[in-house]
């Protein structure tokens, strides 16, 4: 179900009157429905995948949080990353291994082609596996106690403003605002509206209308000359930046409208004045993401300047990967890790420039 759909409205319409009237102890079922019916209503096969993960990283979090043994809570945490990333890892990137591998095969004259299956990518996969695997994460690193309510945890992991593309919240935000469910005060539903129809003007007026010629030149270059080819690659990233920020207003406005605060995901990115300050602006969910769980977890910059470029290489080549199964994406992270390898090196300071310790 999209949110530029005539019947996402027609479901915002029936869940909204339902969600405000209703007693405390129904809303949160009614947001557990609705939001399986909205992930369900492209194929209700995948909900329960989205289950899977729910049920079990809603157990392995208690036992992360009440077990006190190195091993075990390796092993838990383990067990809950195996199964995420297990799933990710076959729907969304078996078909990207396996040609991967034929490729490689074939240059040996070796046919592989009976590897192939025909894999649905299940909407919203690589978000809500992020998500949740947050919040065992985080368990595990002891910032954070497991909730005790099953309906609470479902809730994060499906609540359907932001299931499909974000932002990517964290437990300690959202939970809370979860287990507090209210009616949305008026400024609320003020500033929901208005990012809603400002979330609508930028995807379906920009950025769709942005896409009709990029799709247009982009599928017959060879009868356009370079200005319009180049016209087209910044008409792209005007399509990219529309499609995904408008989305992800509209995800904020609607979560308003319930009640609830979900953060922040693009503050004028292409403003930024380096490429660092980019990635602080762009996708920022993501972004914050992948330093504070892949990043760090990699050692950062803890571990000297050339461990801290690999770190920094290993974190984007794989933000990459994220983003599409396929090499032009791990390019275009290797590319954006390149860029931020050089802009730190050049922030490093000098023995012959003392000032630039004041540099961050």
Excluded: C
């Amino acid at each position: 179900m999209l949110f530029n759909s005539f019947i996402f409205f027609i479901f915002l319409g029936v869940v909204l009157p339902l969600y405000y009237f209703l007693p405390f102890k129904y809303k949160k079922p009614l947001l557990l429905i609705a939001s399986y019916f909205f992930y369900g209503y492209w194929d209700w096969r995948f909900t329960g995948l989205l289950a899977i993960s729910t049920i079990a990283d809603y157990f392995i979090g208690k036992k992360l949080y009440s077990t006190e043994a190195p091993k075990k809570r390796k092993w838990f945490l383990f067990s809950s990353m195996f199964i995420n990333l297990g799933i990710l890892a076959f729907f969304k990137y078996f078909g990207f291994f396996v040609d991967s591998f034929e490729t490689l095969a074939g240059v040996f004259g070796l046919q592989l082609d009976f590897i192939h299956l025909n894999i649905i990518l299940p909407v919203g996969i690589s978000f809500y596996t992020f998500q949740t695997m947050s919040y065992t994460i985080d368990i595990y690193r002891k910032k954070l106690e497991p909730t005790n309510n099953f309906i609470d945890f479902a809730v994060f992991v499906s609540f359907f403003p932001q299931l499909v593309a974000g932002p990517i919240e964290r437990a300690r935000n959202l939970l809370p605002q979860i287990a507090r469910l209210s009616k949305p005060k008026r400024k609320q539903i003020e500033e929901g509206i208005s990012l809603i129809v400002t979330g609508l003007f930028i995807k379906v007026m920009i950025g769709d209308t942005a896409g009709r010629f990029v799709d247009h030149i982009f599928g017959n270059p060879e009868i356009y000359k370079s200005f319009e080819l180049i016209s087209a690659l910044i008409l792209f990233s005007v399509q990219i930046y529309a499609d995904f920020s408008g989305y992800s207003s509209i995800a904020r406005g609607v979560a308003k409208l319930l009640g609830i605060e979900l953060m922040k995901n693009f503050e004028q990115p292409y403003l930024s004045a380096n490429i660092t300050e980019f990635w602080r602006r762009w996708h920022i969910s993501l972004s914050s993401w992948l330093k504070d769980y892949l990043y760090i977890s990699l050692g950062g910059n803890r571990k000297g300047k050339s461990r801290t470029y690999v770190n920094l290489m290993i974190t984007m080549l794989l933000g990459g990967l994220w983003h599409g199964a396929s090499w032009n994406f791990v390019i275009w992270g290797g590319l954006h890790g390149i860029y931020l390898a050089v802009h730190k090196y050049m922030l490093e300071p000098t023995p012959k420039s003392p000032a630039s310790k004041f540099i961050v």
